[in-house]
């Protein structure tokens, strides 16, 4: 049997609701005229889950792997339907309402999400902290963040074509699988597609298996470590130029603004600023190779140009040459304290070469040693 449409349920524990959804399942492909198959991705249910399926005539596909994102990813493995849908078995979604999914597919688009907020959310069926803050927030930073028009990156309810979800190779094992489906289909280009669903107040008499904070912490790591620009690369950019520009301005002398006057301590504390936001812009160049060489990011253009711009021998020559301007400033500053019969120094030019001198150097070793690490990182590309 070559079916069309695979829905596929993660279940752990939910005798309570499954015979409902996978009723559902199976009335939408009678009534729609449609080859489906309903597989029940098992993960490890000890309230005899697994016996109800059966005898509905769906298929239990077991999961040892803990996890929401092992326990699809088991299902889907087992599924052999063009299209696959994919939600909840605790009766929130209408499993008899997929047809919108269906067309969206059937017209080419590799990816469609449901939309509960234009769908509508039954009074009480999403918690109060989920539906203004956890929701709203994590979508709107997976919009900003990845470029995509998604309204509810976090809806159980979806369908994608078999072949778009190999193409996505996805990798996590929780909850978070589900921000992850949205942003690497984004980074892959695909088309995707958002229709109006409804969500109504599950049918288990026991807590959800979802904890809000935990979980919620997890969407958001993920969604950060995925975007390294974000994450490194913005923030390191903003804090070098602030960093930068007070340095190059107080390293020649003091600055009077609003009748404050900044002098070598603020120095110090604007070259540590510039610091900073070089680690910052280095972590981002580090992860970017990791990432894409791990597959957990796919290649572009640019990438390919980041290593034919940047190579150990260009970094090695930059490094070498701050560290040489570095002891430069050092020889100055000790020569100008060898004038003061090596006493206390009070003399602001000293401490402005002083810790010009520290700065080039730490910048010069960070270079050279950035240079060396992103090689290494390089070499799986290279090969």
Known sequence: MHPEVSVVMPCLNEAETLAVCIKKAQGFFEREHIEGEVIIA????????????????ATVQPVSEKGYGNALKGGIAAANGTYIM??????SYDFSNMMSYVEKLREGYDLVMGNRFKGGIEKGAMPFLHKYLGNPVLSFIGRLFFR?????????????????????????????????????????????AEVPTTLSKDGRSRP??????????????FLLLYSPKWLFLLPGAVAMSVGLIF?????????????????????????????????????YGLTKVYTVENDLLPKSKKYDRL????NLEKGLLLGGFLILIGIMLA???????????????ENHVTMRMAIGAV????????????SLFFSVLGLKKAH
Not at 208 to 221: A, E, Q, V
Not at 253 to 280: I, K, N, Y
Not at 331 to 345: M, Q, R, S, T, Y
Request: glycine share 10%; hydrophobic share 45%; proline share 1%.
């Open 331 to 345: 020889l100055i500053a000790f020569f100008n304290w060898k004038e003061l019969n090596f006493g206390n120094i």
């Open 148 to 192: 995509l028009k998604i309204g509810d990156f976090h809806c159980g309810l979806r369908g994608f074509s078999k072949e778009a979800y190999n193409r996505m190779e996805l990798r996590t094992s929780g909850m978070e699988f589900a921000s992850e489906m949205v942003v690497k289909a984004g980074l892959k280009n695909m088309k995707i």
């Open 86 to 91: 994919m939600g909840d078995a605790d009766d």
């Open 208 to 221: 959800p298996h979802l904890n809000t904070w935990k979980d919620g912490w997890r969407h958001l790591r």
């Open 307 to 310: 290593f034919k711009i940047l």
């Open 42 to 57: 098992d993960n490890g249910s000890t309230d005899g889950s697994q016996d109800i399926a059966r005898k509905l005539g």
């Open 247 to 283: 340095s190059f301005i107080l390293f020649f002398g003091p600055l009077t603004l609003f009748g404050v006057t900044f002098d070598v301590h603020t120095l110090l504390f604007s070259t540590g600023l510039w610091l900073t936001g070089f680690q910052l812009v280095l972590f």
């Open 359 to 370: 700065t080039a150097i730490l910048f010069g070793v960070q270079t050279a040693l950035f």
